[in-house]
């Protein structure tokens, strides 16, 4: 930061004064002082039209200056609460009066004296509802914003002089005048005292001078960041983090104090008071600022006898001091944390709700803004097209041990905040510079030298070279007493960064050729880039605070400690006393309280400062008149200067304004601006030939086209070097015509409206049209060429057409451009329009509108298989001729019987081993049912049945929902269905085309049949098994429980068979189950030995069976109570009605799926589907197949 005094207002009568407080949040101030005064004063600053004159520069005027009149003794104490606009002010005597602002003055609203002790501090806390006054006698009394008292305390024993607020309010902070500090909660309950550790070592009495405690509404600088600040008269000061901190930051000021006082951020501490001078024997008035953790920033020295007060204004820009009978007003030039690079303003700034800095690039041409948080930010570079993020590393946020090492982080960004690469160093980056190629980064004792890379700069080459590369050569580390030759050390070594030197660093500047870093003691040293070689060692009679190399490298400027601009001239060579040549001299030119400067990117001579709030231009060391300014300079190019009001941005900075961007000519641009308009382009050629610069020339040559002076604006062109303005200019003398000239010197200015014109007037319509050709303007070709004579060129409005079209498809607007890309015949963009349009009928007209073989049919094929649209897909391929695209497709989209059709009829044989491996991909994946459809679709019923019984086997394992289980084997069953009609229809379509019978085709179908499915015969023949028996198992259960016990015996005894699909176990206990039931005893008995028999029964179970069968056996004799007869249909011998295979010729007989009983008449029915019977009086009731779950239609089979 940089701090100069601006502003003295003297107190009339020479009254002494006491103190002053600064309303931040109105800009109010207050001042008391002997006598009964009390005054308050506001500083109005006063807003032009000028942009470049804001803030700080702006004039200020008193815009109030009150006297007010209550108090009879002199006012010591004075305090704002800006919450509700009210002044509290005590003085000697004790009288407390409460002031509020009505209709534009101060009035008195409230007064209080004890009449026993006088007031020795008062505290708003920060939300300004309560107010804590106290006494010298002990006395405590804390009372609410409209006055009532909340409670009070007598402290006896002890005299206060000082009382703080804790931020949140919950403590108070008393201060004795035996120097200690107590703390008490908010309801005046005492908690404990407050270690001072700044006084180890202090003897004799000392007073509390100051304590002042951030409240942090503006965010913190830092995570953790300390911020109660005590203060005593003999200058010790710690800085605690709470008030518990065991480990404060202790200062020894070396002063007299009379005030401390936290800036509006809580970054800037300011200690006023007085200090013996090594000079005077006299005391001088001094105001030293710190940061929180005790490092000092800034000394101001304030004239007069004796400082009694200071107070900071609400933006941290200003500070008021009180000395004699005179308020002075200090402004603050804070060092924030920005850079400037490729157009955009980055600054980082801090919020109450977050920890992280916010970091804001904002681009100043189109005014976007890009927003990064940033941990433990400690600064931003930026130069060219980067910037420069350097940060703490997050893990050692929560360091535990002073010996850990800390990390550091180096992010290099682009000017929209994106990384583009990082480095981690173990030296804090105090001091960093960026150039075009390296960063340099150093501590106090040593510097990081990192060559980065960006993507554009980075050939392939390199990128290889870099992958094969254990070893970055492309970072180093020197310590600052180490004298680099530049041939290879340096290795990347932070061990030796840590030794101490007794000279350490203060500053650093580099350009592409130098490094140059500069020390404590005056030294600076020299070193050559890239190699890193010190070349020589500089000394200059100051502490170089900040330094800057001009364009080639030849001058530094030096801004010292105190704000005292010099230069050194790199290249200079002169002979001392002793006779020795010495290179680099320090140039006899000073100017005081320069806070800002920078060179011009191309010119060695100009520069630009900021001096106060004054900035001024130098040539060659000779200053041009001051502009009224307090912005920071980004760049200086081109006799152009840029510069960002960074004070006015930071007022509210997630919105800034395109008005805080100041851009101004320098007085040589200017003048030229005002010979060329007002006396003539000889005279301004001559000032230009004695001031060169290329803009100048640049400008001469612009203003000689508007004059047609081809001469010199030919001459002009030369000497900026402007290649394309020669090559204009030898053009324009080729051309005979004078409106021609003029009218192509219009188009050069970009005055596109009148060069039409003038084109049109000569009646050179074509000229017009290839202008707005040029730019781009194809709706205004159209209307040229459609109001020409002629219609215009078809080969031009084709043109025109498609170039509006993709105007509007570039916007995404695809029905505007459909229009003109039909009137354009762009049958590419057309199908892009109709595909993003989502308009397939169109792009299927589209497609069939388009000759064979053409080059958009592939991609109108690709475009319809995205969308599912398989049959388009295979139209547009075969269209021209990619069959094997065609299959693709309808293997992508699962149309595989069209796959297999198209693999056929075109003679590809790779379909049938695609379509396995797509099938064992789908199962790799456990998705059985999609293989099951995969092949059902592609005519690949045995494979798909395969899959089908496998699942139904599944579901059989674990005995659930037996239901569906019967159903997934009634599908695999029909999947074989299917799979008989696909080769029945095979063989009549082989019949007819070889012209044979009708009945040889059946035969041949099942010869074909046999012939193809040899291994799946076994599947074949029993398709139905497994539905058979899951059938009859349920409805052997279903006739159980609904009271048909002889049915469901009967149905039992058939399923019976089938104890190869479901467990022996359920069917033999169903039969006994269902046998006892029906006192059937001896069917039962055979039931229970078949129970017994079964290997896979356990001892338990064995067990269980003999107890239950002893149970019934021992009450009902093993033989059946009734055994129903029926004749045999075939040799009509009369056998039980319960057997499916006659005894005596082995007749079989069809088991009815309706009722489970053994069909033995002729007169059945049989579904037409699953070829399954049943008796036709029981099929009567039913709608369909019991079995298969088919329709049945009317009448038999």
């Not at 108070?172 to 120097?179: D, I, R, T």
């Not at 407050?194 to 304590?211: H, S």
């Not at 008989?980 to 179908?1005: D, T």
């Not at 399923?1055 to 001896?1082: Q, T």
Request: glycine share 6%; hydrophobic share 40%; aromatic share 10%.
């Amino acid at each position: 930061m940089f701090i100069y005094l601006s502003k003295k207002i003297a107190i009339p009568n020479n009254t002494r004064l006491r103190c002053v407080s600064w309303n931040r949040d109105q800009g109010f101030i207050a001042c008391g002082g002997e006598d009964g005064l009390l005054k308050v004063l506001k500083l109005e600053i006063q807003s032009g039209g000028d942009n470049k004159i804001r803030g700080l520069a702006a004039p200020s005027n008193l815009s109030m200056n009150q006297t007010l009149e209550g108090h009879s003794g002199a006012v010591q104490v004075v305090t704002w609460n800006g919450h509700y606009q009210k002044l509290t002010t005590s003085d000697q005597y004790g009288l407390i009066i409460v002031w509020m602002l009505y209709k534009g003055n101060w009035y008195e609203e409230m007064i209080n004296n004890r009449n026993k002790s006088l007031v020795r501090s008062m505290a708003w806390n920060a939300d300004g509802q309560k107010i804590c006054i106290v006494y010298e006698d002990g006395a405590v009394i804390v009372g609410s914003v409209d006055g009532n008292r909340i409670w009070g305390k007598e402290l006896k024993g002890y005299q206060l002089c000082h009382v703080e607020w804790s931020p949140d309010g919950k403590l108070l902070l008393f201060g004795m005048s035996n120097g200690e500090i107590h703390l008490y909660d908010s309801q005046g309950n005492m908690c404990s005292k407050l270690a001072i550790y700044c006084l180890t070592n202090v003897t004799g009495a000392v007073q509390i001078t100051g304590i002042d405690w951030y409240n942090g509404l503006q965010g913190y600088i830092e995570p953790n960041c300390p911020t109660l600040a005590v203060c005593f008269d003999n200058g010790r000061a710690q800085i605690m983090k709470h008030e518990n901190d065991e480990n404060p930051v202790l200062i020894d000021t070396g002063m007299q104090v009379v005030q401390i006082q936290w800036n509006n951020t809580g970054s800037a501490l300011a200690v006023a008071g007085s200090q013996k001078s090594a000079q005077q024997d006299k005391d001088i008035n001094v105001v030293q600022f710190y940061t929180p953790f005790g490092e000092h920033m800034r000394t101001l020295k304030v004239p007069g006898r004796s400082m009694s007060a200071v107070s900071w204004e609400g933006g941290g820009l200003r500070i008021a001091l009180a000395v004699d009978s005179f308020i002075y007003f200090a402004n603050i030039r804070p060092d924030y944390k920005w850079g400037y690079c490729a157009n955009t303003v980055v600054y980082a700034f801090t919020k109450p709700d977050r920890m992280e800095h916010c970091v804001v690039f904002w681009e100043t041409n189109t005014t976007e803004r890009h927003i990064k948080y940033v941990r433990n930010l400690i600064s931003v570079t930026a130069y060219g097209d980067h910037c420069v993020l350097a940060t703490r590393a997050d893990e050692t946020t929560g360091q535990v041990f002073p010996d850990e090492p800390i990390q550091y982080v180096l992010v290099l960004c682009n000017s929209i905040g994106t990384p583009l690469e990082s480095k981690y160093i173990d030296i804090e980056p105090q001091y960093v510079a960026v150039t075009k190629t390296h960063v340099i980064a150093a501590s106090k004792e040593a510097f990081y030298v990192w060559q980065y890379k960006t993507p554009k700069k980075l050939t392939a080459m390199e990128v290889n070279q870099a992958l094969g590369k254990k070893k970055d050569n492309r970072e180093r580390v020197y310590h600052i007493d180490d004298t680099p030759s530049g041939a290879g050390e340096g290795l990347l070594d932070f061990s030796k960064a840590f030794a101490p030197t007794r000279d350490p660093i203060c500053s650093v500047c580099a350009s592409d050729k130098l490094l140059i870093i500069g020390r404590e003691s005056g030294t600076l040293n020299r070193y050559s880039l890239p190699h890193v070689a010190l070349v020589n060692k500089h000394t200059v009679n100051c502490r170089p605070h900040s330094i800057s190399l001009n364009c080639n490298s030849s001058r530094l400027a030096i801004i010292d400690i105190a704000g005292l601009l010099t230069f050194f001239d790199l290249d200079a060579k002169w002979v001392n006393q002793d006779g020795q040549e010495i290179q680099g001299q320090h140039l006899d030119f000073e100017r005081k309280d320069v806070w800002d400067m920078k060179w011009a990117e191309d010119n060695t001579e100009l520069f630009a400062m900021m001096e106060k709030t004054r900035m001024y231009i130098f040539r060659n060391l000779d200053p041009e008149e001051p502009i009224l300014s307090s912005g920071y300079i980004c760049h200086f190019e081109d006799l152009n200067i840029k510069a960002v009001l960074l004070d006015e941005i930071l007022k509210d900075p997630e919105h800034p304004n395109k008005e805080f961007m100041m851009e101004m000519e320098i007085k040589s641009l200017r003048d030229t601006r005002d010979l060329l308009d007002k006396v003539g382009i000889e005279d301004a050629a001559q000032f230009i030939e004695d001031n060169p610069h290329p803009r100048l020339w640049r400008l001469l040559a612009e203003a000689a086209l508007e004059n047609l002076d081809l001469k010199m604006a030919d001459q002009a062109f030369v000497r900026c070097r402007d290649y394309q303005g020669i090559e204009f200019v030898k053009r324009l003398g080729n051309l005979q015509s004078e409106t021609m000239r003029s009218a192509e010197v219009a188009a050069y200015f970009k005055r596109f409206e009148e060069a039409e014109r003038m084109y049109l007037d000569m009646d050179r319509r074509d000229l017009a049209v290839n202008l707005r050709i040029k730019l781009g303007d194809w709706f205004r070709v159209v209307q040229l060429l459609k109001a020409g004579s002629g219609g215009g060129d078809d080969t031009q409005l084709i043109q025109a057409w498609n170039a509006i079209g993709d105007y509007y498809a570039d916007r995404q607007k695809w029905s505007n451009a459909v229009q003109y890309y039909v009137q354009g015949n762009n049958q590419e963009r057309l199908a892009e329009c109709y595909y993003m349009l989502e308009d397939f009928i169109g792009l299927q007209k589209l497609a069939d509108g388009l000759p064979e073989n053409h080059k958009l049919l592939p991609e109108l094929g690709a475009q319809f298989v995205t969308v599912g649209m398989c049959e388009e897909a295979v139209q547009a391929y075969l269209k021209c001729n990619q069959v094997k695209k065609a299959v693709d497709c309808c293997v992508e989209l699962n149309q595989w019987d069209q796959a297999v059709e198209l693999a056929k009829t075109h003679n590809i044989k790779e379909i049938d081993s695609l379509l396995a491996r797509y099938a064992a991909h789908l199962l790799d994946k456990d998705k059985k049912l999609q293989a099951i459809e995969l092949y059902r679709k592609a005519n690949h019923f045995i494979e798909a049945a395969k899959l089908m019984f496998q699942i139904a086997e599944e579901y059989a394992k674990k005995k659930e929902k037996p239901q569906r289980t019967k159903k997934m084997y009634v599908l695999g069953a029909l999947l074989i269905e299917s799979y008989h009609e696909q080769m029945k229809l095979m063989s009549k379509l082989k019949a007819k085309s070889n012209r044979k019978a009708e009945a040889s085709s059946a035969l041949a179908g099942l010869l074909e049949e046999e012939a193809l499915a040899t291994s799946d015969m076994k599947i074949i023949d029993n398709a139905w098994r497994g539905a058979e028996a899951h059938h009859f198992f349920l409805l052997a259960q279903r006739q159980l429980y609904q009271g048909y016990v002889d049915a469901s015996m009967k149905t039992c005894l058939r399923l019976c068979d089938y104890d190869d699909i479901i467990d022996p176990v359920d069917i033999y206990s169903l039969l006994a189950l269902a046998a006892c039931a029906n006192r059937a005893f001896g069917t039962c008995s055979k039931a229970f030995i078949k129970l017994e028999s079964l290997g896979s029964a356990t001892p338990e179970q064995h067990e269980q069976y003999e107890k239950l069968a002893l149970e019934i056996f021992t009450k009902h004799a093993p033989k059946d109570s009734r055994t129903n007869k029926t004749e045999c249909h075939t040799c009509e011998n009369m056998i039980p009605d319960t057997t499916s295979l006659c005894p005596n010729c082995e007749a079989k007989f069809p088991t009815c799926v309706v009722t489970g009983r053994p069909i033995m008449d002729y007169q059945v029915w049989m579904c037409s589907t699953c070829k399954h019977q049943a008796f036709e009086g029981e099929i009567q009731n039913q709608t369909m197949c019991p079995l298969c779950h088919a329709s049945i239609k009317s009448g038999p089979y």
